[in-house]
């Protein structure tokens, strides 16, 4: 069964491990100017936004924000603001190109107002999108991004929290369990996958951790939780690699909790080893063989199952080349 989970995408910032919605730059802010004062008050936004003051009412308003005027303030190398907003004017709009307070005066005859505008620096990566697609015990994430400015690397972090009662994400341990490159800086889409394979039945939490070259992160976590569910039915599945040198993999499916017996044979039938003998739960498996003691040749897994409601064995070859 495939299953496609749109996820909501926040970030946590590692310095101060904080949680909020992503707000991704270049937007449009806008202001209404009127004789009872201006809305929004306070603004925080990002540098590279542009902020637009509406006048929407009859009258003249001004609004002054140049570091000179009483009670204004601007960052250091920002263009000064100094505007009238009438019925030739009825708009302005202003590009944030430095990062810091704009504290500017709304003036409406003799009555002044103070605004405020915080802008921070752009996010180092602008996630467009962040898709987590299910196809049994495989999780395939998928992300975009529209902007990135010195991405060196995305490291792909998962936590199973299938027996957690209560936990809060900022306390957890993630284990990093893949590495995809970035695109240094750049103002073009590029679109990212990673396929976790082989996963036991349980919940999960992702998050990527972005890195730049300077070793500065933060992280974009997944507020949707990943289930992997139990199969329904028993299915034992080809080694991987196959041929082999000298270890493969062997993987298997139980719909129930119940007895496994994994034994290898010889080509002429004579068993060799019991890889495992252990009731186990129901869900996804996978046992390691290693052939660094035995000589090339075929040789046959059997996988024994049983419980409750099953009792069935499956034979498999497997050929190992030294």
């Not at 996010?123 to 898709?131: C, R, T």
């Not at 990673?194 to 999960?204: A, I, K």
């Not at 990943?226 to 000298?246: A, E, L, M």
């Not at 493969?248 to 119940?258: V, W």
Request: proline share 4%; hydrophobic share 35%.
């Amino acid at each position: 069964m495939k299953k496609k989970i749109k996820i909501i995408l926040s970030f946590l910032f590692c310095s101060v491990c904080v949680f909020t919605s992503v707000k991704t730059h270049s937007e449009t802010i806008f202001i209404e100017a009127g004789n009872k004062g201006i809305s929004p008050l306070n603004i925080n936004a990002v540098v590279g936004d542009t902020v637009i003051w509406q006048k929407i009412n009859d009258g003249e308003f001004q609004v002054i924000c140049d570091g000179s005027y009483p009670g204004t303030s601007i960052p250091s190398g920002s263009p000064q603001i100094n505007f009238l907003l009438n019925e030739t004017q009825p708009s302005y709009s202003y590009i944030l190109k430095v990062k810091g307070n704009y504290n500017y005066k709304f003036i409406f005859n003799s009555f002044e107002l103070t605004g405020k505008i915080y802008a921070g620096a752009p996010l180092p990566v602008e996630l467009n999108d962040f898709v987590a697609t299910t196809i049994k015990n495989e999780v395939i994430l998928d992300w975009s991004t529209s902007g990135e400015i010195n991405n060196d690397r995305f490291e792909v972090q998962r936590i199973e929290i299938t027996d957690m009662i209560d936990y809060n994400p900022e306390n957890l341990v993630f284990n990093t369990v893949g590495i995809i490159e970035g695109n240094g800086t750049s103002n073009e889409i590029h679109h990212y996958k990673f396929t976790d394979r082989n996963l036991s039945s349980g919940v999960y939490l992702y998050r990527l951790k972005q890195i730049d070259f300077n070793s500065n992160f933060l992280f974009h976590i997944l507020s949707d939780e990943i289930n992997i569910g139990i199969p329904n039915r028993f299915i034992v599945n080809q080694n991987y690699p196959n041929p082999f040198n000298p270890s493969t993999k062997i993987t298997f499916e139980i719909p129930e909790d119940g007895n496994i017996k994994v034994v290898i044979y010889s080509s002429k039938g004579s068993e060799l080893k019991t890889l495992s003998n252990s009731v186990i739960r129901g869900g996804y498996h996978s046992i390691d063989f290693n052939g660094s003691d035995i000589s090339s040749g075929v040789y046959f897994y059997k996988i024994i199952y049983s419980s409750t409601n099953y009792v069935k064995s499956v034979t498999k070859k497997m050929l190992l080349l030294k």
